[in-house]
């Protein structure tokens, strides 16, 4: 006795996976191009601000608030990172729980 072999749900399965990993990589390069461009603008806004500078104290300080500003852009951009790597991970879970049923 012999049954056919149904390989519509493997099919499905690799095609929704690929689906799944394109739009993921979209995204992430649309995130990085984003990233980067919000990174160009910080540096030449900062050298802007620099060329002000007069005092020591002046550069001191300046350092300061432009290090905690890079450090907040980064932050912000390391979550976003984290935010669609996490949405990402949820999505190829439940498709892979639906082959399954």
């Not at 099919?11 to 799944?20: M, N, T």
């Amino acid at each position: 006795m012999t049954s056919a072999i149904d390989f519509q749900k493997p099919v499905e399965a690799v095609k929704s996976l690929i689906a799944l990993q394109t739009e993921t990589l979209t995204k992430t390069v649309e995130l990085q191009k984003k990233s980067g461009e919000e990174l160009v603008a910080f540096f030449k806004a900062e050298a802007e601000k620099a060329k002000s500078l007069k005092t020591p104290e002046e550069v001191i300080k300046f350092n300061t608030e432009a290090n905690t500003s890079l450090y907040n852009l980064l932050k912000a951009q390391g979550e976003a990172f984290t935010s669609l790597a996490t949405e990402a991970s949820k999505s190829v879970v439940a498709e892979m729980q639906s082959f399954g049923k």
